[in-house]
Protein backbone atom coordinates (compact mmCIF):
# COMPACT_ATOMS: atom_id res chain seq x y z
CA UNK A 1 0.00 0.00 0.00
CA UNK A 2 1.40 3.38 -1.05
CA UNK A 3 2.25 5.59 1.90
CA UNK A 4 2.00 9.10 1.78
CA UNK A 5 3.05 12.56 3.97
CA UNK A 6 0.44 14.04 4.79
CA UNK A 7 -0.29 17.70 6.50
CA UNK A 8 -3.86 18.64 8.54
CA UNK A 9 -3.50 21.80 8.76
CA UNK A 10 -4.74 24.23 12.30
CA UNK A 11 -5.55 27.17 13.32
CA UNK A 12 -2.72 29.09 15.42
CA UNK A 13 -2.94 27.76 19.16
CA UNK A 14 -4.79 24.30 17.93
CA UNK A 15 -1.81 22.43 16.50
CA UNK A 16 -2.45 19.95 19.83
CA UNK A 17 -6.16 19.69 19.61
CA UNK A 18 -5.64 18.26 15.95
CA UNK A 19 -2.31 16.66 16.65
CA UNK A 20 -4.62 14.70 19.23
CA UNK A 21 -7.27 13.45 16.77
CA UNK A 22 -4.60 12.70 14.65
CA UNK A 23 -2.98 10.13 16.93
CA UNK A 24 -6.30 9.03 18.16
CA UNK A 25 -7.03 7.79 14.15
CA UNK A 26 -3.64 5.59 14.45
CA UNK A 27 -1.29 7.71 12.94
CA UNK A 28 2.04 9.30 14.39
CA UNK A 29 2.21 13.26 14.13
CA UNK A 30 4.74 15.73 13.87
CA UNK A 31 3.84 18.96 15.23
CA UNK A 32 4.70 22.35 13.35
CA UNK A 33 3.23 25.73 13.07
CA UNK A 34 -0.17 25.66 11.78
CA UNK A 35 0.13 22.12 10.77
CA UNK A 36 0.97 18.60 11.57
CA UNK A 37 2.47 15.98 9.86
CA UNK A 38 1.83 12.59 9.65
CA UNK A 39 2.16 9.12 7.06
CA UNK A 40 -0.81 7.46 5.87
CA UNK A 41 -2.09 5.73 3.01
CA UNK A 42 -5.59 6.21 0.50
CA UNK A 43 -7.61 4.73 3.26
CA UNK A 44 -5.91 7.70 5.38
CA UNK A 45 -6.41 10.63 3.85
CA UNK A 46 -10.54 8.99 3.88
CA UNK A 47 -10.49 8.80 7.28
CA UNK A 48 -8.80 11.88 8.37
CA UNK A 49 -11.10 13.97 5.84
CA UNK A 50 -14.43 11.95 7.47
CA UNK A 51 -13.05 12.36 11.23
CA UNK A 52 -10.99 15.32 12.31
CA UNK A 53 -13.16 18.03 13.93
CA UNK A 54 -10.83 20.70 14.68
CA UNK A 55 -8.48 20.33 11.41
CA UNK A 56 -9.06 22.96 8.62
CA UNK A 57 -7.79 20.56 5.97
CA UNK A 58 -6.03 17.53 5.24
CA UNK A 59 -3.41 18.17 2.39
CA UNK A 60 -0.82 15.62 0.71
CA UNK A 61 2.88 16.78 0.29
CA UNK A 62 4.04 16.56 -3.08
CA UNK A 63 7.51 17.29 -2.95
CA UNK A 64 9.82 19.99 -0.84
CA UNK A 65 13.10 21.66 -2.39
CA UNK A 66 15.03 24.56 -2.19
CA UNK A 67 14.61 27.64 -4.70
CA UNK A 68 15.95 30.86 -5.36
CA UNK A 69 15.04 31.30 -9.00
CA UNK A 70 12.29 30.84 -11.12
CA UNK A 71 14.02 28.44 -13.44
CA UNK A 72 15.06 26.26 -10.44
CA UNK A 73 10.96 26.61 -9.11
CA UNK A 74 10.27 25.17 -12.52
CA UNK A 75 12.42 22.58 -13.06
CA UNK A 76 12.17 20.98 -9.83
CA UNK A 77 8.52 21.34 -9.60
CA UNK A 78 8.20 20.10 -13.39
CA UNK A 79 10.34 16.84 -11.79
CA UNK A 80 7.80 16.02 -9.79
CA UNK A 81 5.43 12.86 -10.32
CA UNK A 82 2.21 14.62 -10.84
CA UNK A 83 0.87 11.79 -13.06
CA UNK A 84 0.66 10.02 -10.26
CA UNK A 85 -1.88 11.77 -8.27
CA UNK A 86 -3.80 14.05 -10.97
CA UNK A 87 -5.70 12.24 -13.92
CA UNK A 88 -5.05 13.52 -17.73
CA UNK A 89 -8.06 15.81 -17.67
CA UNK A 90 -7.76 17.44 -14.03
CA UNK A 91 -8.73 20.79 -12.96
CA UNK A 92 -5.10 21.68 -11.76
CA UNK A 93 -5.87 25.55 -9.44
CA UNK A 94 -2.37 26.84 -8.03
CA UNK A 95 -3.05 28.95 -5.00
CA UNK A 96 0.02 30.63 -3.41
CA UNK A 97 2.03 31.91 -0.75
CA UNK A 98 5.39 33.39 0.29
CA UNK A 99 7.52 34.15 3.06
CA UNK A 100 11.06 35.79 3.29
CA UNK A 101 12.27 33.87 0.03
CA UNK A 102 13.78 35.45 -2.61
CA UNK A 103 10.79 34.04 -4.41
CA UNK A 104 8.14 36.75 -3.46
CA UNK A 105 6.21 37.62 -6.51
CA UNK A 106 3.23 35.22 -5.50
CA UNK A 107 1.23 35.45 -8.83
CA UNK A 108 4.61 34.76 -10.53
CA UNK A 109 5.00 31.63 -8.56
CA UNK A 110 1.90 30.47 -8.90
CA UNK A 111 2.18 30.71 -13.47
CA UNK A 112 5.61 29.28 -12.98
CA UNK A 113 4.07 26.23 -10.66
CA UNK A 114 1.04 25.74 -13.29
CA UNK A 115 3.40 26.06 -15.86
CA UNK A 116 5.48 22.98 -14.70
CA UNK A 117 3.03 20.65 -13.59
CA UNK A 118 1.20 21.25 -17.31
CA UNK A 119 4.40 20.59 -19.06
CA UNK A 120 5.20 17.78 -16.76
CA UNK A 121 1.90 16.38 -17.50
CA UNK A 122 1.64 16.79 -21.30
CA UNK A 123 5.13 15.09 -21.82
CA UNK A 124 3.39 12.02 -19.28
CA UNK A 125 0.21 11.57 -20.97
CA UNK A 126 1.83 12.36 -24.29
CA UNK A 127 -0.25 15.33 -25.06
CA UNK A 128 0.71 17.97 -27.79
CA UNK A 129 -2.42 20.41 -27.22
CA UNK A 130 -2.66 21.91 -23.57
CA UNK A 131 -4.62 20.05 -20.85
CA UNK A 132 -8.40 19.83 -21.61
CA UNK A 133 -8.96 20.48 -17.02
CA UNK A 134 -12.32 19.39 -17.63
CA UNK A 135 -12.25 16.79 -15.18
CA UNK A 136 -11.73 16.57 -10.94
CA UNK A 137 -10.23 19.73 -8.95
CA UNK A 138 -6.72 19.02 -7.86
CA UNK A 139 -6.32 22.45 -5.92
CA UNK A 140 -2.34 22.86 -5.73
CA UNK A 141 -0.53 25.38 -3.37
CA UNK A 142 2.89 26.38 -3.91
CA UNK A 143 4.23 27.85 -0.49
CA UNK A 144 7.93 29.36 -0.06
CA UNK A 145 9.14 30.07 3.25
CA UNK A 146 13.07 30.87 4.06
CA UNK A 147 13.33 29.75 0.09
CA UNK A 148 12.40 26.76 0.68
CA UNK A 149 9.42 25.34 -1.41
CA UNK A 150 6.73 23.07 -0.16
CA UNK A 151 3.95 21.76 -3.00
CA UNK A 152 0.77 20.24 -2.09
CA UNK A 153 -2.27 18.44 -3.35
CA UNK A 154 -5.41 19.25 -1.17
CA UNK A 155 -7.85 16.46 -0.73
CA UNK A 156 -10.55 18.79 1.51
CA UNK A 157 -11.40 21.10 -1.16
CA UNK A 158 -14.13 23.11 0.74
CA UNK A 159 -12.75 23.86 3.73
CA UNK A 160 -13.30 21.09 6.75
CA UNK A 161 -15.41 23.40 9.19
CA UNK A 162 -18.30 23.60 6.17
CA UNK A 163 -19.36 20.53 7.64
CA UNK A 164 -22.87 21.07 5.70
CA UNK A 165 -25.25 21.48 7.84
CA UNK A 166 -25.22 25.50 8.51
CA UNK A 167 -28.35 26.94 7.00
CA UNK A 168 -28.02 30.05 8.30
CA UNK A 169 -25.65 32.40 10.79
CA UNK A 170 -25.06 35.48 12.63
CA UNK A 171 -22.85 38.39 11.97
CA UNK A 172 -20.20 36.54 13.98
CA UNK A 173 -20.18 32.93 13.43
CA UNK A 174 -17.61 30.46 15.53
CA UNK A 175 -16.18 28.25 12.99
CA UNK A 176 -17.39 24.65 13.33
CA UNK A 177 -13.83 23.81 13.81
CA UNK A 178 -12.99 25.90 16.18
CA UNK A 179 -16.22 25.20 17.89
CA UNK A 180 -15.29 21.41 18.01
CA UNK A 181 -12.03 21.87 19.66
CA UNK A 182 -12.96 24.70 22.18
CA UNK A 183 -15.11 21.04 23.40
CA UNK A 184 -11.89 19.06 22.79
CA UNK A 185 -9.97 21.35 25.36
CA UNK A 186 -12.25 20.74 27.98
CA UNK A 187 -13.40 16.94 30.26
CA UNK A 188 -16.54 17.34 29.35
CA UNK A 189 -17.96 13.28 28.88
CA UNK A 190 -21.73 13.11 27.31
CA UNK A 191 -23.16 11.75 30.19
CA UNK A 192 -22.65 15.36 31.96
CA UNK A 193 -24.66 18.30 30.89
CA UNK A 194 -23.43 21.02 28.71
CA UNK A 195 -24.72 24.56 28.41
CA UNK A 196 -24.13 27.07 25.91
CA UNK A 197 -25.80 30.63 27.17
CA UNK A 198 -24.45 32.90 24.03
CA UNK A 199 -25.28 30.17 21.31
CA UNK A 200 -25.97 32.32 18.45
CA UNK A 201 -26.44 29.73 15.59
CA UNK A 202 -25.73 26.69 17.49
CA UNK A 203 -22.23 25.35 16.64
CA UNK A 204 -21.14 24.77 20.04
CA UNK A 205 -23.90 23.07 21.19
CA UNK A 206 -24.05 20.90 17.89
CA UNK A 207 -20.40 20.13 17.78
CA UNK A 208 -20.80 18.87 21.24
CA UNK A 209 -23.55 16.53 20.20
CA UNK A 210 -21.74 15.11 17.25
CA UNK A 211 -18.86 14.62 19.87
CA UNK A 212 -21.05 13.27 22.38
CA UNK A 213 -22.80 10.71 20.18
CA UNK A 214 -19.42 9.99 18.02
CA UNK A 215 -20.45 10.61 14.66
CA UNK A 216 -17.98 12.11 12.15
CA UNK A 217 -18.34 15.27 11.44
CA UNK A 218 -17.47 14.71 7.92
CA UNK A 219 -20.35 12.26 7.19
CA UNK A 220 -22.45 14.45 5.42
CA UNK A 221 -20.26 16.38 2.76
CA UNK A 222 -18.28 15.43 0.42
CA UNK A 223 -14.42 15.90 -0.87
CA UNK A 224 -12.41 16.77 -3.55
CA UNK A 225 -10.35 13.75 -4.14
CA UNK A 226 -13.66 11.47 -3.75
CA UNK A 227 -13.09 11.34 -7.64
CA UNK A 228 -9.18 11.44 -7.90
CA UNK A 229 -7.93 8.24 -9.72
CA UNK A 230 -5.64 7.09 -6.66
CA UNK A 231 -8.87 7.14 -4.55
CA UNK A 232 -10.43 3.72 -4.52
CA UNK A 233 -13.99 3.64 -4.19
CA UNK A 234 -13.59 0.79 -1.03
CA UNK A 235 -11.33 3.27 0.95
CA UNK A 236 -14.45 5.99 0.92
CA UNK A 237 -17.08 2.45 1.65
CA UNK A 238 -14.63 1.27 4.60
CA UNK A 239 -14.14 4.97 5.62
CA UNK A 240 -18.06 5.70 5.75
CA UNK A 241 -19.14 1.85 7.19
CA UNK A 242 -16.04 2.49 10.36
CA UNK A 243 -18.07 6.02 10.67
CA UNK A 244 -21.53 4.18 11.03
CA UNK A 245 -20.22 1.30 13.21
CA UNK A 246 -18.73 3.82 15.63
CA UNK A 247 -21.73 5.91 15.48
CA UNK A 248 -22.93 6.27 18.91
CA UNK A 249 -26.76 7.57 18.33
CA UNK A 250 -28.29 5.60 21.56
CA UNK A 251 -26.39 8.31 23.83
CA UNK A 252 -28.51 10.29 25.62
CA UNK A 253 -26.95 13.66 25.62
CA UNK A 254 -27.92 16.99 27.86
CA UNK A 255 -27.38 19.74 25.82
CA UNK A 256 -28.71 23.52 25.84
CA UNK A 257 -27.73 26.34 23.48
CA UNK A 258 -29.53 29.50 24.53
CA UNK A 259 -29.55 33.20 23.02
CA UNK A 260 -30.98 36.67 24.17
CA UNK A 261 -32.16 36.94 20.32
CA UNK A 262 -35.18 34.65 18.93
CA UNK A 263 -34.15 34.76 15.60
CA UNK A 264 -30.40 33.27 15.97
CA UNK A 265 -32.65 30.49 18.12
CA UNK A 266 -34.80 29.66 15.29
CA UNK A 267 -31.29 29.71 12.98
CA UNK A 268 -29.84 27.65 15.34
CA UNK A 269 -32.72 24.94 15.90
CA UNK A 270 -32.86 24.60 11.65
CA UNK A 271 -28.97 24.31 11.84
CA UNK A 272 -29.41 21.33 14.14
CA UNK A 273 -32.35 19.96 12.06
CA UNK A 274 -29.79 20.15 8.91
CA UNK A 275 -26.84 18.12 11.06
CA UNK A 276 -29.98 15.46 12.21
CA UNK A 277 -29.74 16.14 15.46
CA UNK A 278 -32.70 18.36 16.27
CA UNK A 279 -34.26 15.31 18.93
CA UNK A 280 -30.28 16.08 20.88
CA UNK A 281 -30.48 19.53 21.44
CA UNK A 282 -32.64 21.94 23.71
CA UNK A 283 -32.99 25.38 22.42
CA UNK A 284 -34.04 28.64 24.73
CA UNK A 285 -34.62 32.50 24.13
CA UNK A 286 -33.37 33.76 27.32
CA UNK A 287 -30.77 36.25 28.70
CA UNK A 288 -28.00 35.67 30.49
CA UNK A 289 -29.44 36.81 33.86
CA UNK A 290 -32.22 33.96 33.66
CA UNK A 291 -29.51 31.04 32.90
CA UNK A 292 -31.15 28.46 36.13
CA UNK A 293 -29.34 25.44 36.46
CA UNK A 294 -31.07 22.61 37.76
CA UNK A 295 -28.29 19.76 38.08
CA UNK A 296 -25.22 19.26 39.62
CA UNK A 297 -21.57 18.85 37.82
CA UNK A 298 -22.34 20.68 34.53
CA UNK A 299 -20.47 22.30 31.61
CA UNK A 300 -21.03 26.01 30.08
CA UNK A 301 -18.96 26.28 26.84
CA UNK A 302 -19.34 29.96 25.32
CA UNK A 303 -17.93 32.03 22.98
CA UNK A 304 -20.03 35.62 23.86
CA UNK A 305 -20.09 38.79 22.23
CA UNK A 306 -16.82 40.90 23.48
CA UNK A 307 -17.34 44.16 21.59
CA UNK A 308 -14.79 44.27 18.84
CA UNK A 309 -17.77 42.74 16.64
CA UNK A 310 -20.99 43.22 18.28
CA UNK A 311 -22.38 45.02 21.47
CA UNK A 312 -20.85 47.35 23.37
CA UNK A 313 -18.87 47.63 26.57
CA UNK A 314 -21.09 48.63 29.23
CA UNK A 315 -23.84 45.49 28.28
CA UNK A 316 -20.61 42.95 28.39
CA UNK A 317 -19.26 44.45 31.15
CA UNK A 318 -23.05 44.02 33.12
CA UNK A 319 -23.59 40.86 31.46
CA UNK A 320 -20.10 39.43 32.47
CA UNK A 321 -20.54 40.58 35.67
CA UNK A 322 -24.12 38.94 36.25
CA UNK A 323 -22.90 35.94 35.12
CA UNK A 324 -20.13 36.08 37.06
CA UNK A 325 -22.44 35.85 40.10
CA UNK A 326 -24.55 33.14 39.06
CA UNK A 327 -21.81 30.52 38.09
CA UNK A 328 -20.65 31.21 41.67
CA UNK A 329 -23.70 29.72 43.48
CA UNK A 330 -23.05 26.42 41.34
CA UNK A 331 -18.95 25.50 42.37
CA UNK A 332 -19.78 22.37 40.98
CA UNK A 333 -19.97 23.96 37.13
CA UNK A 334 -16.99 23.98 35.19
CA UNK A 335 -16.85 27.10 32.56
CA UNK A 336 -15.14 27.98 29.51
CA UNK A 337 -15.40 30.76 27.74
CA UNK A 338 -13.58 31.91 24.65
CA UNK A 339 -13.92 36.08 24.73
CA UNK A 340 -11.01 38.77 23.36
CA UNK A 341 -12.61 41.23 26.55
CA UNK A 342 -9.35 41.33 28.41
CA UNK A 343 -10.93 42.23 31.63
CA UNK A 344 -13.10 39.19 31.20
CA UNK A 345 -11.50 37.28 34.69
CA UNK A 346 -12.17 40.99 36.47
CA UNK A 347 -15.60 41.29 35.43
CA UNK A 348 -16.58 37.76 35.88
CA UNK A 349 -15.45 37.96 39.51
CA UNK A 350 -12.73 35.14 39.95
CA UNK A 351 -9.57 34.18 38.36
CA UNK A 352 -9.41 31.21 35.51
CA UNK A 353 -7.48 28.12 36.45
CA UNK A 354 -6.18 27.56 33.40
CA UNK A 355 -5.80 30.25 30.15
CA UNK A 356 -5.24 29.40 26.79
CA UNK A 357 -4.65 32.02 23.80
CA UNK A 358 -6.43 31.68 20.40
CA UNK A 359 -7.36 33.39 17.47
CA UNK A 360 -10.76 33.11 16.75
CA UNK A 361 -10.34 34.13 12.93
CA UNK A 362 -7.51 36.82 12.72
CA UNK A 363 -8.84 37.99 16.40
CA UNK A 364 -6.70 37.35 19.18
CA UNK A 365 -8.64 35.75 21.65
CA UNK A 366 -8.22 34.14 25.08
CA UNK A 367 -10.11 30.52 26.27
CA UNK A 368 -10.59 31.16 29.96
CA UNK A 369 -11.25 27.45 31.80
CA UNK A 370 -12.86 27.91 35.22
CA UNK A 371 -12.53 24.23 36.56
CA UNK A 372 -15.82 23.44 39.38
CA UNK A 373 -15.59 21.40 41.76
CA UNK A 374 -17.53 18.14 40.94
CA UNK A 375 -19.73 16.83 43.66
CA UNK A 376 -20.95 13.10 43.89
Avoid at 330 to 335: F, G, I, R
Amino acid sequence: MKTYTLIATAAMGLESVVAAEVKSLGYEPRVDNGKITFEGDAAAIARCNLWLRSADRVKILVGSFRAASFDELFEQTKALPWEAFISEDGNIPVSGKSHKSQLYSVPDCQAITKKAIVERMKLKYGLVSKLSEEGPRYKVEVAITKDIVSLTLDTSGTGLHKRGYRTGQGEAPLKETMAAALVLLTNWKPDYPLIDPFCGSGTIPIEAALIGQNIAPGFNRSFDCESWQFMKQRHWEEAFTEAEDKAKYEQHLDITGSDIDHKMVQIARNNAEEAGLSDLISWKQMQVSDLSLKKENGYIIGNPPYGQRIGDADYIRQFTEKFGQIMQQHPSWSVYILTANEAFEKQYGQKATKKRKLFNGFIKTDYYQFFGKKRK
